[in-house]
């Protein structure tokens, strides 16, 4: 990545100041949605957007792609992130829903499209919030609401993702060309469909000389590890999901306040606790997901409320307090995070305490609990926030899924981890409900493809600059 140099006349002398819409509310170049160009060059905005398992918010990212040519490196800049709410109304249903795990297929077909008027609402409301014309947006990237994820199957199931939000209710009533189903699509081609983020963490963050890891707290922790350039970079990269991360500690507070308090802000109730070690220690020796070597992926089904409350239950019955408690499933995400790095990443011949600079994402880096445990295990390894590669850390999934959408226009293969179950390029990664400039669209991407002269797919990017740091987000 190297630092951020200053483009401030952009590719083919586009201004890159930052400016998303002009007083007519037109997207930055002055066109109103997709950018024609005649060169053959890609220029896109889109729009990514994310609901991650604590469903506490739904990642609006709004970027701008742009690209001279398939073999060129890719330009991108954050122009608006926010976080628009989930409504109440939503939330408690399908929370109340996962923990009973029982319900109806007219209940389900009816979520699915629930949740697309859900994710239509919240693209009209970050639109109008910001000022944003959304005929300039040019294709949108939905993640969706993840209601099962069967990534690793036992005998007699089947690999599978249910990820809900109908991609054609948010085309049709946003009137933009809208992508979904990631996770599906990769399961399509024989991986996981989790954790979906190695694109993003490598292109931010590969290093000539450093090796760098990415450490995500959402609902769920998740890691990946880009090498140095000089030892593999994006292509040794690899990733898993840890176990739990923020999930346990949510629930823990939901049922110490009556569900009045959702989250443990800056760490608060469980700094005032103590840590019961062997509830900590048996926990994570026990558990058969934490003890599975990666490939892995999981998700509420394996860490929701119901195994929450089971160590609730475990910490009240040796007298711990409720912030006894906190400080307890804190330590267990804390704990496992480290005890990932040191059992697994040997086995890809890396040291963890050769790690030169972990960069924190998710909800979990603001939890001071947390991060002092991972400091005081690591003390030569610098730990910082990834706001400092130019994407704020909040955004990353969002901003992920933008670009998966436009690789799946394309028809383009992400970055693949090399300990993913297959290795095979996937150049349908979402399934596609056209908008209504489908047509221009597809032009642009037809015209940027006719220019590269090799053999099969584009080729996939290996090499992306951000154009300018994205700094109004204060979380």
């Not at 109304?89 to 297929?105: H, Q, S, Y």
Request: with cysteine; hydrophobic share 35%; charged share 20%.
């Amino acid at each position: 990545m190297g630092s951020l140099p200053d483009h401030s006349n952009g590719l083919n002398g586009h201004p890159t100041n930052g400016t998303y819409t002009n007083g007519n509310g037109l997207s930055a170049n002055g066109s109103n949605g997709v950018h024609r160009r005649a060169d053959g060059s890609l220029d896109l905005t889109v729009l990514g957007m994310n609901s991650g398992t604590a469903m506490d918010g739904i990642d609006c990212a709004l970027v701008r792609y742009r690209q001279e040519s398939p073999t060129a490196p890719l330009h991108m800049e954050v122009l608006k992130y926010d976080e628009m709410p989930v409504p109440q109304r939503m939330k408690k249903p399908i929370l109340k829903m996962l923990r009973e795990t029982r319900t109806t297929p007219s209940a389900m077909s009816q979520l699915n499209v629930q949740l697309g008027q859900m994710f239509g609402d919240a693209v009209q409301e970050f639109c109008d919030k910001h000022h944003v014309d959304m005929g300039s947006i040019d294709l949108i990237g939905s993640h969706g609401q993840t209601i099962w994820l069967l990534s690793m199957p036992k005998e007699g199931e089947t690999r599978s993702a249910f990820c809900l939000g109908e991609g054609t209710i948010i085309a049709a009533q946003t009137g933009i060309t809208t992508v979904t189903d990631f996770r599906q699509a990769e399961q399509s081609v024989g991986r996981q469909g989790a954790p979906l983020v190695a694109l993003i963490d490598g292109l931010l963050l590969h290093h000539p000389t450093k090796m760098r890891l990415c450490q995500n707290i959402g609902g769920i922790a998740n890691l990946c590890l880009i090498p140095a350039d000089s030892e593999g970079g994006v292509d040794a990269m690899v990733d898993w999901d840890c176990g739990p991360g923020n999930m346990f500690i949510d629930a823990a507070m939901r049922y110490y306040t009556n569900g009045e308090q959702e989250y443990d802000k800056d760490g608060q109730w469980g700094a005032q606790g103590t840590v019961n070690q062997e509830i900590v220690d048996d926990f994570l020796a026990k558990n058969e997901y934490i003890n599975h070597h990666p490939p892995k992926t999981t998700g509420r089904e394996v860490f929701g409320d119901n195994e929450c409350q089971e160590i609730i239950e475990a910490c009240e019955a040796a007298g711990c307090s409720k912030y006894d408690t906190l400080a307890t499933v804190t330590r267990i995400t804390a704990q496992n995070i480290i005890r990932q790095y040191r059992t697994f990443l040997p086995s890809y011949g890396i040291d963890p305490d050769r790690i030169d600079e972990i960069f924190m994402c998710g909800g979990g880096a603001r939890n001071p609990n947390i991060m002092s445990y991972l400091q005081k295990e690591l003390p030569n390894t610098r730990i910082c926030k990834l706001d400092e590669t130019g994407v704020p850390a909040d955004a990353k999934e969002a901003v992920s899924f933008a670009q998966q959408a436009m690789e799946a226009v394309l028809g383009r293969a992400a970055l693949v981890p090399i300990n993913s179950d297959s290795l095979t390029p996937n150049c349908i990664s979402g399934k596609i409900a056209p908008g209504n400039k489908w047509r221009e669209l597809m032009k642009m991407c037809v015209a940027f493809g006719d220019s590269w002269e090799g053999e099969g797919p584009l080729p996939t990017v290996k090499d992306m600059i951000v154009d300018k740091p994205y700094t109004d987000w204060i979380p």
